[in-house]
């Protein structure tokens, strides 16, 4: 399984960004996909997480400025990050958490992008 990452970059505060990432290759079942980002020296961190049933979890820091959406059929996940905070700098990663077919959990992921937040 491979996740493709794009978006992010330079953003500014208050302003927006857009995070993308597609999964492709054997996916017997997906359970979630979802976006971690990583501070520096900090240990990666859950941000958003949309399940297969369309329930989606977020972090308390960005709750009402960051949205998490997908599409099941394309294995795609989005993440739209509004007003955005210095804070918010981070490697982020996306995530996609499957049954393999032997129903074993595994979990997969992207190679990471930068999103840096300065005026």
């Known amino acids: 399984v491979q996740l493709v990452e794009s978006g992010g970059g330079l953003g500014h505060p208050g302003g927006s960004l857009r995070l993308s990432c597609a999964a492709s290759?054997?996916?017997?079942?997906?359970?979630?996909m979802a976006w971690y980002r990583q501070f520096l020296g900090k240990e990666r961190e859950l941000v958003a997480v949309r399940e297969n049933t369309g329930i989606t979890r977020y972090v308390d820091s960005v709750k009402g400025r960051f949205t998490i959406s997908g599409d099941n059929a394309k294995n795609t996940v989005d993440l739209q990050m509004d007003s955005l905070k210095p804070e918010d700098t981070a490697i982020y990663y996306c995530n996609i958490r499957v049954y393999d077919f032997d129903w074993n959990v595994d979990d997969y992921w992207g190679q990471g992008t930068w999103v840096t937040v300065s005026s």
């Open positions: 290759g054997s996916i017997f079942r997906a359970i979630s």
